[in-house]
T-cell receptor, first 115, second 114 residues
Framework: EPEVTQTPSHQVTQMGQEVILRCVPI?????FYWYRQILGQKVEFLVS????????KSEIFDDQFSVERPDGSNFTLKIRSTKLEDSAMYFC?????????????FGPGTRLTVT | AQSVSQHNHHVILSEAASLELGCNYS??????LFWYVQYPGQHLQLLLK??????LVKGIKGFEAEFIKSKFSFNLRKPSVQWSDTAEYFC????????????FGGGTRVLVKP
């Protein structure tokens, strides 16, 4: 069964550094998402991406964050200058469409630790 | 803004016991409802979903959920749990009107004792 993959599984970075989290969505999917889960808190939506542009973003997704689909397979989340509060598990997801067969498939996550 | 609440943070059961996890959402419009499960060390997987039609939805691994519109609820049930059902369970809502984002509840950790 096709899967969403994410790399790295764990990233440790110093405050102020830039990080790029990578995701490979399922190949025929058209919609891509990033969520995050701070330890002990809910899974929160960050951004959705369709047709090479952001379709929706949350208040969390400020100017420090950006997303890109640099080629036909990867979908990346960049945090320009990391803060301690960016430490979280980041999940990538993808879906095929918005109809009744809609389902978001999640990757295993990247645990980001900002020190 | 829509929100989702799961009433139980932790549930401990013995094998063969029945399981019911509560989920309530706040949103006045059309919603699509989901239950995801995360087994230890694994990624979020869809258990079941409701879009329309029969409010009693059957999912994988013997799980079912009932959408009660008047109560804004979508509770998950399984008549007889197994040790392998030990996992964290997440209820999620998507607005039917627009947008694809999922709003998640806080999750319920279920431990099934053998």
């Amino acid at each position: 069964e096709p899967e969403v993959t994410q790399t790295p599984s764990h990233q440790v970075t110093q405050m102020g550094q830039e990080v790029i989290l990578r995701c490979v969505p399922i190949s025929n999917h058209l919609y891509f998402y990033w969520y995050r889960q701070i330890l002990g808190q809910k899974v929160e939506f960050l951004v959705s991406f369709y047709n090479n542009e952001i379709s929706e973003k949350s208040e969390i997704f400020d100017d420090q964050f950006s997303v890109e689909r640099p080629d036909g397979s990867n979908f990346t989340l960049k945090i320009r200058s990391t803060k301690l509060e960016d430490s979280a598990m980041y999940f990538c997801a993808s879906s095929h469409d918005r109809g009744s067969s809609y389902e978001q498939y999640f990757g295993p996550g990247t645990r980001l630790t900002v020190t | 803004a829509q929100s989702v609440s799961q009433h139980n943070h932790h549930v401990i059961l013995s094998e063969a016991a029945s399981l019911e996890l509560g989920c309530n959402y706040s949103y006045g419009g059309t919603v699509n409802l989901f239950w995801y499960v995360q087994y230890p060390g694994q990624h979020l997987q869809l258990l079941l979903k409701y879009f329309s039609g029969d409010p009693l939805v059957k999912g994988i691994k013997g799980f079912e959920a009932e959408f009660i519109k008047s109560k804004f609820s979508f509770n998950l049930r399984k008549p007889s749990v197994q040790w392998s059902d030990t996992a964290e369970y997440f209820c999620a809502v998507k607005s039917g009107a627009a947008g694809n984002k999922l709003t998640f509840g806080g999750g319920t950790r279920v431990l099934v004792k053998p």
